[in-house]
């Protein structure tokens, strides 16, 4: 879960992964057209690796000017699930089915017939 606002302020590319090493909060790491790695914003201490190489799916895209990742990030382990959008460099939780027992719409649809008697 992702509490505070967190925000990436850097890329750093590198040709070979062992020249990864240790990767700051804010920064994003681009093996170009192979890999996007990162410290997951919600603190646990894991990292998330991304597919940048479209010939293999899923994968992902980087939008370096901006600092935006597409589609939405998910990154599940067997403590954990994480669901956020990367845009301007900013992260934006997005409210997950599988974290409540009952579907997102099928909440929003509630509230709003209790708002509408």
């Not at 646990?44 to 000017?65: C, F, I, K, Y």
């Not at 994480?82 to 900013?90: A, D, L, S, T």
């Not at 974290?99 to 929003?108: A, F, I």
Request: hydrophobic share 35%; net charge positive.
């Amino acid at each position: 879960m992702i509490g505070r606002r967190p925000r990436f302020t850097t890329i750093r590319q590198v040709d070979r992964r062992a020249d990864i090493g240790d990767i700051a909060r804010r920064e994003l790491v681009l093996l170009p057209n192979k890999w996007l790695i990162f410290r997951c914003p919600c603190d646990t201490g894991h990292e998330v690796h991304l597919n940048m190489d479209v010939q293999r799916h899923p994968s992902w895209t980087l939008d370096p000017a901006n600092i935006s990742v597409r589609p939405s990030v998910i990154a599940a382990g067997p403590e954990r699930r994480c669901h956020y959008f990367i845009v301007g460099g900013r992260v934006r939780a997005c409210p997950d089915d599988r974290t409540t027992s009952e579907p997102q719409w099928r909440l929003w649809l509630r509230s709003l017939i209790a708002t509408i008697r």
